[in-house]
């Protein structure tokens, strides 16, 4: 069981004390403090909503001040991105391939450093055809957010002198903090659910989860369609937070009053398995606080 706090009064994900390195991150982009900031998480957050909000709401105009670049691009694309759009704010979001392969770090160290101290100078010489139109090197003068579900491996050297050039934010929250996070969306998702609906779905996510579970902005936003599709709800919640059926089969005998032998016993015939992968997972239960 997960007990978030409900009385933080937060106005919406962003308000939340631990998503307070996130937006300075994007403030120092905003300010001009940084050449790039890398933000990193699991995926399911709201962190791509919460850095559009951050930009949204200090007057910049999306295409005129800024971009936001939502694929997997190739270094070649990544070269054009930055030389089309080298005086604006470019918000990479899981770019891919581009921020991995060697062409596309040396790009983007390029993009964060000044080569003579007042200078960013990009520049590449590719014998393919799509840059044909392109000139072999440029000035770039903007500024870069990179977004990634996954934290770069700074024990490869580039790597780790990629991400140095960056202001980063790697936000590595527990479920408590998430569920809280999803609790500051309560009016914003009245359309989907009512206020009474949605402490409901909450509480019985609050109820079943634990620090294990995947829980998420996606995955409770599911629990509240779910909601609305089926009278056994619960049961498609459970799976999405994943509860096995074997998990299930434990908390159900334990619940029902079973111990000993008696619910080794109920488990066998259930499950066919035996009592020791019974009290392994009992274990499991137990150290996670689901009964």
Not at 16 to 26: A, G, T
Not at 46 to 62: A, D, H, P, V, Y
Not at 225 to 248: A, Q, R
Request: with cysteine.
């Amino acid at each position: 069981m997960l007990k978030p706090d409900k009385s933080l009064g937060l106005c919406g994900p962003l308000d939340h004390p631990d998503m307070l390195r996130l937006k300075l991150c994007i403030d120092s982009i905003l300010k001009r403090c940084s050449f790039g900031a890398m933000i990193v998480s699991k995926g399911g957050i709201g962190k791509t909503r919460s850095i559009r909000q951050i930009i949204e709401n200090s007057g910049l105009i999306e295409g005129k001040d800024w971009i936001h670049v939502a694929a997997n691009i190739t270094d070649t694309e990544l070269y054009k991105i930055l030389y089309d759009n080298n005086d604006k704010i470019i918000f990479f979001d899981d770019i891919g391939t581009a921020s991995k392969s060697q062409a596309g770090i040396t790009i983007l160290k390029q993009a964060t450093e000044t080569k003579d101290g007042n200078n960013r100078i990009i520049s590449w010489t590719s014998p393919t055809y799509i840059l044909k139109d392109y000139p072999t090197s440029f000035a770039f003068t903007g500024y870069l957010i990179m977004c990634l579900n996954i934290r770069p491996n700074v024990r490869n050297g580039d790597i780790e002198a990629l991400t140095s050039r960056f202001l980063s934010c790697i936000i590595d929250i527990s479920n408590k903090t998430i569920l809280e996070m999803i609790y500051s969306l309560k009016y914003s998702l009245s359309e989907d659910a009512n206020p009474e609906e949605f402490e409901m779905i909450f509480d019985y996510v609050c109820e079943i989860g634990n620090e294990e579970s995947d829980i998420n902005i996606r995955v409770f936003k599911n629990a509240i369609i779910w909601h609305k599709l089926n009278d056994n709800w619960k049961k498609f919640v459970e799976e999405d937070l994943g509860f096995d059926n074997d998990t299930k089969t434990v908390i159900e005998i334990i619940t029902d009053g079973y111990k000993g032998k008696q619910a080794t016993e109920i488990w066998r015939t259930r499950t066919g398995k035996k009592k020791s992968s019974f009290y392994s997972l009992l274990e499991k239960i137990k150290k996670h606080n689901l009964i």
